[in-house]
């Protein structure tokens, strides 16, 4: 493996993250924090250490598969590592543990928090922890792909590593500039939402926060009830459909722009096929929720959208405790935490194309009963599948059920409850955020131990990286030569 | 430049790879995905599995309003209706490789009539280059540039040489003439003074003509009797016809050794005085049979490298004066020297480098691929605003690796040093490693560019595709 790519990469990322650690200063300035210094020496330390690998000389600038998985790995673990540091240096947080979690949980946009009482944090802090969602959710090394140039041949392995989905494709023959189109489109609908809400009178700084967590599918909010804590109908609204519509293919949108109408979505079998889940879950949700815990079924239906929408995007904002539902619709809230949004969106989770691809096979397979002699290719819409993203996604689905099973086995032979445990593997691996039980909307992942997070922060960025990218530098083979 | 590369093959594929160090955005459309993988893996270009003539796929991929298609599918219909279909859904400039003799009749019809702007014919190419090559004095390689004013040529350094052994800054050239580069072990050097000329190098040299003749000379470089009177060629397919046409009009006796009887009598069918044989081409006693010794140029075209190699080794152990063998996989010219070919020509490299200097433009005005695509000499007449004009040079900052070998100016040759400033109206000719073109281009091109919202908006207007997932 060519490390000393590797490495000089990684100095150009910790260098954007030195950058995105700005805006948080100008939070401190805006309200006279205090956590000013400890954000300049943050900066100060990941902008050396940046420095000191981008100045590597590189020879050969080939970027193949092993480079790509071992840059988007190792890079998510720095910028996890060193955008802990101002919750650290502000002491805001004590242990290392619990920092490192937080910040996991920011950039892998899981938003499951340790911290209790979060209101009493500082601005700049809030807006750090927030502001990581939105970096992680389109990917920190796409945010460095489009403002640094050319990296050389091979950039496409990062954005393949980084970005989520069975198949990646760029919207441009250049790397950068698929970078930089993805994130305008990006920063476009982030405005758009910050815009509504602050017309709907939420606070300019609480529609950032929370605009963050619904762009990068999140769900850190600056209220311990979090959206819940405002009670309006309009800012529930108006968070449901952003969320949704983070959770779609952002080059949709881009092809939409491009060719000014919307067959774009029309044609995706993906979005429909997910716009289809939403709609069928709300509807049941909302017929079980009718009459037991709200009343009228507008409130129902509200509450019921809310949720749905929050977690199948896979961003954990509450409008209610979830928890107290009854079994059938916590039962469809765990099944959505699998299913996750689309492909090439923000969201987490498994991805509506591979639970597609995965009913396609075994309706294949099922076929090959009947007609032994059939050949069928799988198709999504009129294109085929090739054999090989197939059986690559058959392998995905194996793994994630796999790691699921065996980090709640590990769980609960600490002898936490089976439902809090399988909730908090479900919500950390498929980046939702809160679960159930002890981990549940109500309350935080700080009652595990420091083991348990550890091996969640694992999940986390296992889940954001879709479990190839992280797992292949686990074998041994991949260091051999 | 926007361009898009319709069938990745060998030709596809060294465009790629030049083009991409050139900064042009590029989509690359191939039938096969296992092809398009690997060159997702080196290149930061789009790839479309494919077929480059649906029209529905080019509209899809966004290509209205793009400067360049070059199809160089292995088909000839192919590449022309891909050509077609790109230049009515609003590509600017077309370019398709035609391989086939029977439309090379054709080719002033297709361009005028069918509206493809150029027709490339990588055969007919290398069989025109390989009759420079035979008409050329040199044993070895040298190219002309600036309507033939100056030349570059190559020299390899033998045991008797009296530039063996000496530090480049002993040697006394005459004024006029530089080294710009040394081949050693297939590796290529830009040497600086202090570098030593060491047995067995190829030393690049440029300047003007008559010097650079007389330079040669006395360095041991035979000078070979230009009357070329009686040519062998193996292989008698595309470039082996092609050959032989062009030398019967030169009134060259010529041999023409073809393995497949029918091909044969196609062959004989065609070709007026040229002596068509049916034979093994590696077969020694035919060969001797035919009094290959006898032979002022011995010419191996056949479809195999391996083949062509062995075949033209044998001819020069056999007496054959100049021996020149067709060589597609770069790979293998690094070996050449050692085993003693005077000559050997890809038709890839020429072709990418035809294909080359109509994606530059006009400003470029000839190019030729060096040391199997490593080294590249560009001839270009500068434009104003370019910031290469009326500077001196040492103040610009040229990379070691690019060499301004010689203006041409008001028809005299200028070898420039430090000082020396170009004018717009002058020819240059620069010699760089293939690592360095795009410095090359920046400096010969206008300034401006970075990428801002409104080149984003436009590219969202025209350029890319967009897979749905």
């Known amino acids: 493996m060519n490390s000393l790519i590797v490495l000089r990469t990684l100095g150009m990322l910790l260098l954007c993250e030195a950058v995105t650690m700005l805006p948080p200063v100008v939070v401190a300035l805006i309200y006279r924090e205090d956590t000013i210094t400890a954000f300049l020496a943050s900066i100060a330390i990941t902008a050396l250490l940046g420095a000191g690998l981008f100045s590597i000389r590189v020879k050969?600038?080939?970027?193949?598969?092993?480079?790509?998985?071992?840059?988007?790995?190792?890079?998510?673990?720095?910028?996890?590592?060193?955008?802990?540091?101002?919750?650290?240096?502000?002491?805001?947080?004590?242990?290392?543990?619990?920092?490192?979690?937080?910040?996991?949980?920011?950039?892998?946009?899981?938003?499951a928090t340790i911290i209790e009482d979060i209101e009493v944090l500082p601005y700049s802090l809030l807006f750090w922890r927030s502001f990581t969602h939105w970096l992680g959710g389109m990917g920190i090394l796409v945010l460095a792909l489009a403002l640094a140039?050319?990296?050389?041949?091979?950039?496409?392995?990062?954005?393949?590593?980084?970005s989520p989905g069975p198949i990646s494709t760029k919207l441009t023959p250049r790397v950068n500039n698929t970078a930089k189109i993805l994130y305008v489109t990006y920063t476009v609908i982030t405005l758009a939402e910050i815009v509504l809400l602050t017309v709907g009178g939420m606070p300019l700084f609480d529609s950032f926060i929370h605009t963050f967590g619904t762009l990068g599918t999140g769900g850190f909010s600056i209220k311990n009830a979090s959206v819940g804590a405002y009670n309006?109908?309009?800012?529930?609204?108006?968070?449901?459909?952003?969320?949704?519509?983070?959770?779609?293919?952002?080059?949709?949108?881009?092809?939409?722009?491009?060719?000014?109408?919307?067959?774009?979505?029309?044609?995706?079998?993906?979005?429909?096929?997910?716009?289809?889940?939403?709609?069928?879950?709300?509807?049941?949700?909302?017929?079980?929720?009718?009459?037991?815990?709200?009343?009228s079924v507008f409130e129902s239906l509200r509450h019921a959208s809310f949720q749905v929408a929050s977690i199948i995007t896979t961003t954990g904002f509450t409008t209610t405790d979830f928890d107290i539902w009854p079994d059938f619709s916590r039962a469809?809230?765990?099944?959505?935490?699998?299913?996750?949004?689309?492909?090439?969106?923000?969201?987490?989770?498994?991805?509506?194309?591979?639970?597609?691809?995965?009913?396609?096979?075994?309706?294949?397979?099922?076929?090959?009963?009947?007609?032994?002699?059939?050949?069928?290719?799988?198709?999504?819409?009129?294109?085929?599948?090739?054999?090989?993203?197939?059986?690559?996604?058959?392998?995905?689905?194996?793994?994630?059920?796999?790691?699921?099973?065996?980090?709640?086995?590990?769980?609960?032979?600490?002898?936490?409850?089976?439902?809090s445990s399988a909730a908090a593997v479900a919500a950390t691996l498929g980046n939702v955020g809160p679960g159930f039980g002890i981990v549940g909307p109500t309350s935080t992942y700080s009652a595990l131990s420091g083991f348990s997070k550890l091996i969640l922060c694992f999940c986390m960025i296992l889940g954001r990286l879709e479990i190839y990218t992280v797992i292949s530098l686990l074998f041994p083979q991949f260091w051999k030569r | 430049m926007r361009i898009v590369i319709v069938g990745a093959g060998k030709v596809g594929y060294q465009l790629v790879e030049s083009l991409t160090k050139e900064n042009h955005d590029l989509i690359v459309i191939d039938k096969e995905q296992e092809i398009l993988d690997k060159i997702n893996d080196n290149f930061d270009v789009l790839t479309?599995?494919?077929?480059?003539?649906?029209?529905?796929?080019?509209?899809?991929?966004?290509?209205?309003?793009?400067?360049?298609?070059?199809?160089?599918?292995d088909s000839d219909e192919s590449n022309i209706v891909a050509c077609i279909t790109a230049k009515k859904i609003g590509v600017k400039t077309a370019i398709a490789r035609v391989r086939n003799p029977e439309y090379v009749v054709e080719l002033q019809f297709i361009r005028n009539n069918?509206?493809?702007?150029?027709?490339?014919?990588?055969?007919?190419?290398?069989?025109?280059?390989?009759?420079?090559?035979?008409?050329?004095?040199?044993?070895?390689?040298?190219?002309?540039?600036?309507?033939?004013?100056?030349?570059?040529?190559?020299?390899?350094?033998?045991?008797?040489?009296?530039?063996?052994?000496?530090?480049?800054?002993?040697?006394?050239?005459?004024?006029g003439v530089v080294i710009t580069a040394i081949m050693r072990n297939g590796e290529a050097i830009i040497p600086n003074g202090f570098d030593y000329i060491m047995k067995d190098d190829t030393l690049y040299i440029m300047g003007e003509k008559s010097v650079v003749d007389s330079v040669a000379k006395t360095a041991g470089v035979r000078i070979i009797n230009n009357r070329v009177r009686n040519v062998m060629i193996i292989g008698g397919g595309k470039i082996g016809f092609y050959l032989a046409k062009e030398l019967e009009r030169l009134e060259i006796n010529v041999k023409l050794i073809e393995?497949?009887?029918?091909?044969?009598?196609?062959?004989?069918?065609?070709?007026?005085?040229?002596?068509?044989?049916?034979?093994?081409?590696?077969?020694?006693?035919?060969?001797?049979?035919?009094n290959v010794e006898g032979m002022d140029a011995f010419l191996a075209v056949t479809g195999f490298d391996e083949e062509n190699l062995l075949v033209s080794v044998l001819a020069k152990q056999l007496g054959a004066r100049k021996v020149i063998a067709k060589v597609s996989r770069s790979n293998y010219t690094s070996v050449l020297e050692t085993i003693g070919i005077d000559n050997a020509v890809s038709p890839k490299l020429i072709t990418a480098s035809d294909i080359l200097r109509i994606v530059r433009g006009g400003r470029i005005v000839s190019i030729s691929l060096l040391i199997g695509g490593r080294a590249e000499v560009v001839e270009i007449i500068p434009q104003e605003d370019t910031p290469i004009i009326n500077k001196p040079l040492k103040e610009l900052k040229i990379p070691k690796s690019i060499i301004i070998g010689a203006i041409l100016r008001n028809g005299k040759v200028i070898i420039p040093n430090g000082d020396s400033i170009i004018k717009s109206a002058d020819r240059v000719i620069v010699f760089t490693l293939d690592s360095h073109i795009e410095k090359v281009t920046q400096l010969f091109s206008k300034k401006g560019g970075g990428f801002s919202i409104h080149e984003l908006i436009n590219s969202a207007k025209n350029a890319g595709d967009a897979a749905s997932m």
Not at chain 2, 48 to 73: F, H, M, P, Y
């Open chain 1, 60 to 111: 050969n600038k080939i970027i193949r598969y092993k480079e790509g998985f071992a840059i988007v790995t190792f890079g998510w673990l720095m910028v996890s590592i060193l955008g802990a540091l101002p919750f650290l240096f502000s002491g805001a947080l004590t242990s290392v543990i619990d920092a490192f979690f937080e910040t996991v949980s920011g950039f892998t946009t899981t938003g």
């Open chain 1, 149 to 162: 140039p050319a990296l050389g041949g091979g950039t496409f392995q990062i954005l393949k590593a980084e």
């Open chain 1, 232 to 295: 309006s109908v309009y800012f529930d609204t108006v968070i449901t459909i952003f969320m949704i519509a983070s959770g779609v293919n952002f080059s949709l949108y881009y092809i939409a722009f491009r060719e000014k109408r919307l067959a774009g979505f029309l044609k995706d079998t993906e979005f429909k096929t997910y716009l289809s889940i939403i709609a069928v879950s709300i509807i049941l949700v909302t017929l079980n929720l009718n009459g037991r815990l709200f009343d």
């Open chain 1, 332 to 419: 469809i809230l765990f099944v959505l935490m699998f299913v996750g949004a689309c492909a090439g969106s923000t969201g987490g989770s498994m991805k509506v194309i591979r639970i597609h691809l995965v009913f396609k096979y075994m309706k294949r397979e099922v076929n090959r009963l009947i007609h032994p002699k059939a050949v069928r290719a799988v198709k999504i819409g009129n294109t085929s599948v090739q054999e090989e993203v197939l059986s690559s996604v058959m392998a995905f689905t194996m793994f994630y059920i796999l790691i699921f099973i065996t980090v709640t086995l590990f769980l609960a032979m600490q002898s936490y409850d089976l439902i």
């Open chain 2, 48 to 73: 479309r599995k494919g077929n480059g003539i649906s029209s529905s796929l080019l509209k899809e991929l966004g290509i209205e309003g793009w400067d360049l298609l070059i199809a160089v599918t």
């Open chain 2, 114 to 175: 069918l509206g493809i702007d150029y027709i490339i014919n990588p055969e007919y190419a290398t069989a025109n280059e390989i009759i420079r090559l035979l008409l050329n004095t040199h044993a070895s390689y040298a190219a002309d540039f600036a309507k033939g004013h100056v030349r570059m040529s190559e020299i390899i350094i033998e045991d008797s040489s009296n530039l063996a052994g000496k530090q480049i800054k002993d040697v006394e050239l005459p004024g």
């Open chain 2, 259 to 290: 393995q497949d009887l029918e091909r044969c009598r196609e062959l004989a069918e065609s070709l007026n005085n040229t002596l068509v044989l049916h034979g093994d081409g590696t077969d020694l006693t035919m060969l001797k049979a035919e």
